[in-house]
């Protein structure tokens, strides 16, 4: 997951797009294969040792586990299923920068559809069959990676830009790549860290917290897949060319159309996922050993994820603004702090509000963060608000409410959801999402909102 939220790319594409202009593509195809192959090893490796070694991974991971054998048992066996996810997602990154740097950007923002669609296709008709129904969802990761990595090859060779195992260990481009990666990582996924540590926590709450924080995180990843790793990087291309041009105006221009459309989008998300959480998770997980007990924890989590949304891809949209300019030491330190800050929330949190407030911690951390690199960035003078931010929010906060109430009515008891098949819940949830969609932008739309103010901005 580290890999998948951008950390990689911010460090990989100002590379790679710098090799490609001033030396041209054959010496960027050489970058590619030397890099490529260095992380194939590297990450094949780790793959290797990471299910060799799974049960003395949970042991530290989630050491609340110990005490309950059949628990500790079952995550090893997810971790091992899962730990392969770790390969294809490295490979699936690396397509990625590569198509941005040749502006592919629909491929890259396309693929983590297929992970969500995984996990969706497993939990409705794999995980009746087995005999820990979790395990579906292991499977699941498995195949979304695979799934994403086998979706983009065929790009790559459109553009002749496959990679082939070429290693080469003391090459420069693969050291000058590791140097920025490592601190990316830090600065851009101090969201991911903090729901590692939350797993630990968790994991001395009442048997399935950590499962709920689970659910609710795979809820969170269809907007936060779609939107947050897609927006910073094709946004980070444009900010480096804007930044070694001089246009600081255009820079400070792109850094606004990027949070103009995180909030036209994560906004009404947050709000459809705290409203109508009770239907999706019913929809998506409700059957054999998932109860509805189980729902309304997940449910609570979810409510308490969905308040950080814009937080956790308004920081994928604000870091790249000092990533492009090679200050990497700013949003670090950020990052840290903020990390911090999180696992006091959660040692305070989870007191009063179980594996709740966890999930509270997680997405305020996010907001927190997300606020300091925005401040960051004001302050030194790098961005600059456009005129008209105040009434661009009324609007958005009047269509939210729009749709949140047709979300509420046509929703009815939530009891409704917990009862029927799969099949008749989502009979009846497309067309409520559908139509509350359909409220939303056409609510926009008569305020004076058009989305192809976006793309002219964005292009």
């Known amino acids: 997951r580290l890999f998948a939220e951008g950390a990689f790319s911010q460090a990989f594409v ?22 490529s192959s260095f992380l194939t090893l590297v990450v094949f490796i780790t793959t290797l040792l990471g299910i060799i070694f799974a049960p003395q991974v949970v042991y530290l991971s989630a050491p609340g586990f110990r005490a309950d054998s059949v628990k500790f048992h079952t995550t090893v066996d997810l971790l091992r299923v899962t730990f392969p996810y770790i390969f294809f997602i490295t490979l ?21 559809v297929l992970l969500n669609l995984s996990f969706i296709l497993c939990a409705l008709f794999l995980a009746p069959h087995l005999h820990a129904p979790i395990m579906a969802l292991a499977w699941g990761a498995l195949m979304g990676g695979l799934f994403q990595l086998l979706f983009q090859i065929p790009f790559l060779k459109h553009i002749n830009m496959l990679p082939r195992f070429r290693l080469a260990l003391h090459d420069q481009g693969v050291r000058r790549v590791l140097k920025l990666m490592a601190p990316a990582i830090i600065g851009v996924s101090v969201g991911q860290i903090s729901l590692l540590v939350s797993t630990i926590f968790a994991s001395f709450l009442p048997t399935g917290s950590v499962s709920w924080l689970f659910y609710a995180d795979r809820l969170m990843e269809f907007p936060t897949g779609l939107l947050g790793a897609a927006l910073g990087t094709i946004l980070l291309p444009s900010l480096v060319k804007h930044h070694s041009l001089g246009h600081e105006d ?45 729902a309304t924890q997940v449910y609570h989590a979810l409510i308490a994820y969905s308040l950080g949304l814009t ?113 008749e819940r989502l009979i009846r949830l497309i067309p409520l999402l559908t139509i509350a969609a359909i409220s939303y932008f056409l609510s926009l739309w008569l305020m004076g909102i058009r989305f192809h103010h976006f793309k002219k901005e964005g292009a």
Not at 16 to 35: P, R, Y
Request: hydrophobic share 55%.
């Open 92 to 112: 699936v990154s690396l397509s990625a920068g590569i198509l941005n740097t040749w502006n592919r950007f629909w491929i890259p923002a396309f693929t983590p």
């Open 311 to 423: 937080g956790l891809i308004g920081v994928k949209i604000l870091a790249p603004g000092f990533y492009a300019r090679q200050d990497i030491k700013t949003p670090v330190k950020i990052a840290i702090m903020v990390l911090l800050i999180t696992q006091i929330m959660n040692a305070l949190f989870m007191q009063f509000f179980a594996h709740a407030g966890l999930a509270l911690a997680t997405g305020l951390g996010a907001c927190i963060n997300a606020t300091w690199l925005l401040l960051g960035l004001k302050k030194r003078g790098l961005y600059h608000a456009k005129a008209g931010w105040p009434l661009y929010l009324f609007k958005i906060a009047v269509a939210t409410l729009i749709m949140s109430a047709i979300l509420w009515w046509g929703q009815g008891s939530p009891s409704l959801w917990l009862t029927g098949s799969t099949l």
């Open 14 to 35: 100002p590379l790679l797009a710098d090799v490609k202009a001033q030396h041209g593509d054959e010496s960027a195809k050489s970058l590619i294969d030397h890099v």
């Open 250 to 294: 255009r820079y400070s221009d792109l850094l606004d159309w990027g949070l103009r459309l995180t909030l036209v989008l994560t906004i009404p998300a947050a709000a459809a996922l705290a409203v109508a959480g009770i239907p999706l998770i019913s929809t998506l997980f409700l059957r054999g050993a998932f109860m509805e007990s189980d």
